[in-house]
């Protein structure tokens, strides 16, 4: 499985940014997904999760970015997102998601997120 997130940018505070993760490989649907984020000098934390199978799932947040952020995931397209909004300098971070499978557990690269003015 190969996870490939997109979609890190420099954004001014109050603004949206969203994330994606695509993924390679078979069972999809069956993946427990997430993105964390790691900042400068911090240790990595959870920010978001979505249970595996169809529909819209179920998710779960961190305290610091419930109302928002929103995780979403397309099964057709392989793809899991992350979308920001009201974004805060204290978001900057490199977020990477996570992919937990029946065949093991997987990250992503990761994506620079720089909230400044």
């Known amino acids: 499985v190969q996870l490939v997130e997109s979609g890190g940018d420099l954004v001014q505070p109050g603004g949206s940014l969203r994330l994606s993760c695509a993924a390679s490989g078979f069972s999809f649907s069956s993946y427990f997904l997430s993105w964390y984020r790691r900042a400068p000098g911090k240790e990595r934390e959870l920010v978001a999760a979505i249970s595996s199978g169809g529909g819209t799932g179920t998710t779960n947040y961190a305290d610091s970015v419930k109302g928002r952020f929103t995780i979403s995931r397309d099964n057709a397209k392989k793809t899991v997102y992350l979308q920001m909004n009201s974004l805060k300098p204290e978001d900057t971070a490199v977020y990477s998601c996570?992919?937990?499978?029946?065949?093991?557990?997987?990250w992503g690269q990761g994506t620079q997120v720089t909230v400044s003015s």
């Open positions: 996570n992919a937990r499978t029946p065949w093991g557990t997987y």
